[in-house]
Nanobody, 114 residues
Framework: LRFSCRVWGGLVQAGGFLRLSCAAH?????????MGWYRQAPGKQRELVAR?????SAAYTNSMKDRVIISRDNTGVFLQMHILQPEDTAVYYCNLDRLGIDYWGKGTQVTVSS
């Protein structure tokens, strides 16, 4: 299973909006898979942004829960981010958890200017 990821919106200013997408290749997404987005800022550990299960039940990290929406379909996982701030600058990774086995996308740089 492999992912290809895209950023819709490019470099964004504070207060702006971005949409990230990760499409799965060489395998199918199962309803039992949990999909998510993580991010890693320079000098910091990778952290969870949001996760969503096959029943579309989502969980969000407190720092972003009012500004992001995660969704999924049978092709991949998506993240809409609103009111972006410079501290949201990081590499964003999509993730698929299949019964405890993790599959990661390569990471997509998001840069928010002040």
């Amino acid at each position: 299973l492999r992912f290809s990821c895209r950023v819709w919106g490019g470099l964004v200013q504070a207060g702006g909006f971005l949409r990230l997408s990760c499409a799965a290749h060489y395998g199918k997404i199962l309803s039992t898979d949990v999909m998510g987005w993580y991010r890693q800022a320079p000098g910091k550990q990778r952290e969870l942004v949001a996760r969503i299960n096959g029943g579309a039940s989502a969980a969000y990290t407190n720092s972003m829960k009012d500004r992001v929406i995660i969704s999924r379909d049978n092709t991949g996982v998506f993240l809409q981010m609103h009111i972006l701030q410079p501290e949201d600058t990081a590499v964003y990774y999509c993730n698929l958890d299949r019964l405890g086995i993790d599959y990661w996308g390569k990471g997509t740089q998001v840069t928010v200017s002040s």
